[in-house]
T-cell receptor, first 113, second 109 residues
Framework: KAGVTQTPRYLIKTRGQQVTLSCSPI?????VSWYQQTPGQGLQFLFE???????NKGNFPGRFSGRQFSNSRSEMNVSTLELGDSALYLC????????????FGSGTQLSVL | SQQGEEDPQALSIQEGENATMNCSYK?????LQWYRQNSGRGLVHLIL?????REKHSGRLRVTLDTSKKSSSLLITASRAADTASYFC?????????FGSGTRLLVRP
C-alpha cells in the first residue's frame, strides 16, 4: 500500500499570495488531519476531515481552510500569506474516526518571503 | 497553544544506554500515543496506551501512564544510533490529537 502522499514537497511564496497544498491518504483511509509544525510553536492542529465533513478545527485564522473530496483526498488552502505561515505542513490519515493511529506524509515545507 | 509538555527538551546518550522521556498534559484523554520524527520528515506512530492502562511494552519501548498525575513516560532500552530522532507524545481528546513539545534524542555511536 502506498503511504500518505503530500504535494508539493517544497514551496516558496511571497507575502499576500495564496497557496494550496494537497494530500492523498492511504487507500481506504477516510480521515485526514492537517498539522502545522514550526520550531517555535511545535505541532499545531489545523483541522480534521472525515467523509468530506470537517469534524474539528484548531485555533487558526479563517485564512486557513481545507476540504476533502469524495475519494478522501484533501487540500488545504492558505490565503493572504504572512511571513509567520512559513512552516512544515503535515497531513495524516487514519482508517477510522478514533485517531488511534495516524499515518503521516512527509510534509510540504512552505517558505513565505 | 500546546496542551502537552515534554522533558527533557534534548537528550544525548551513548549507544547501548537507556533513554527516558517524560510527557505531561492538561486535559482528560482517551489515550496517549508516542510518535517519532526523523529530521523534518513525517511522524511515525510508535505505541498507544489507553487511559485505563498503566504500562505497555513494544519491543525495546516501554510506556507508562499515570492519569492522576496527567503524565506519561517513554523508555527506550539499549538505544541504537538509528534511534536518533525527535519523540512526541500525543493526547487523544475530542476528535483531535494534540502533540507535546517533543524531545530531541541523540544517540552517540
Amino acid at each position: 500500500k502506498a503511504g500518505v502522499t503530500q504535494t508539493p514537497r517544497y514551496l516558496i511564496k511571497t507575502r499576500g499570495q495564496q497557496v494550496t497544498l494537497s494530500c492523498s491518504p492511504i487507500s481506504g483511509h477516510r480521515s485526514v488531519s492537517w498539522y502545522q509544525q514550526t520550531p517555535g510553536q511545535g505541532l499545531q492542529f489545523l483541522f480534521e476531515y472525515f467523509s468530506e465533513t470537517q469534524r474539528n478545527k484548531g485555533n487558526f485564522p479563517g485564512r486557513f481552510s481545507g476540504r476533502q473530496f469524495s475519494n478522501s483526498r484533501s487540500e488545504m488552502n492558505v490565503s493572504t500569506l504572512e511571513l509567520g505561515d512559513s512552516a512544515l505542513y503535515l497531513c495524516a490519515s487514519s482508517p477510522s474516526t478514533t485517531n488511534e493511529k495516524l499515518f503521516f506524509g512527509s510534509g510540504t515545507q512552505l517558505s513565505v518571503l | 497553544s500546546q496542551q502537552g509538555e515534554e522533558d527533557p527538551q534534548a537528550l544525548s546518550i551513548q549507544e547501548g544506554e537507556n533513554a527516558t522521556m517524560n510527557c505531561s498534559y492538561k486535559t482528560s484523554i482517551n489515550n496517549l500515543q508516542w510518535y517519532r520524527q526523523n529530521s523534518g520528515r513525517g511522524l511515525v506512530h510508535l505505541i498507544l496506551i489507553r487511559s485505563n492502562e498503566r504500562e505497555k511494552h513494544s519491543g525495546r519501548l516501554r510506556v507508562t501512564l499515570d492519569t492522576s498525575k496527567k503524565s506519561s513516560s517513554l523508555l527506550i532500552t539499549a538505544s541504537r544510533a538509528a534511534d536518533t530522532a525527535s519523540y512526541f507524545c500525543a493526547m487523544d481528546s475530542s476528535y483531535k490529537l494534540i502533540f507535546g513539545s517533543g524531545t530531541r534524542l541523540l544517540v552517540r555511536p
